[in-house]
């Protein structure tokens, strides 16, 4: 059983930024990674960013050198970082993490979301 908790989602103008958290419990263990992923009515989730370790990360063409995705391991939280935000990146924010059994069966847990509003 795991819980994800986003945090951080506001309302800013264009060219500011936010900062997203995402505080997991519970039994966490053989992580194949974790990242971020955002939705718009009318439009499926889409990633955002993903980080399947520290040194390998991937991130959508439309937020690279915009975004990052960070972990502090010690506190099992996942940040990320918004920088240059544009109207077009408002949408509800999710947290999610994928676990992995002995098996190799996949666990996917999502956070609740948190809305990111972009307007002037």
């Known amino acids: 059983q795991v819980q994800l908790v986003e945090s951080g989602g506001g309302l800013v103008q264009p060219g500011e930024s936010l900062r997203l958290s995402c505080a997991a419990s519970?039994?966490?263990?053989?992580?194949?990674?974790m990242g971020w992923y955002r939705q718009t009515p009318g439009k499926e989730r889409e990633l955002v960013a993903f980080?399947?370790?520290?040194?390998?990360?991937n991130y959508a063409n439309s937020v690279k050198g915009r975004f990052t995705i960070s972990r502090d391991n010690a506190k099992n939280t996942l940040f990320l970082q918004m920088n240059s935000l544009r109207p077009e990146d408002t949408a509800v924010y999710y947290c999610?993490?994928?676990?992995?059994?002995?098996?190799?069966?996949?666990?996917?847990?999502w956070g609740q979301g948190t809305q990111v509003t972009v307007s002037s």
């Open positions: 999610y993490v994928q676990l992995r059994d002995f098996l190799n069966k996949h666990y996917d847990y």
């Open positions: 519970g039994s966490i263990s053989s992580i194949n990674g």
């Open positions: 980080s399947i370790s520290a040194s390998s990360t």
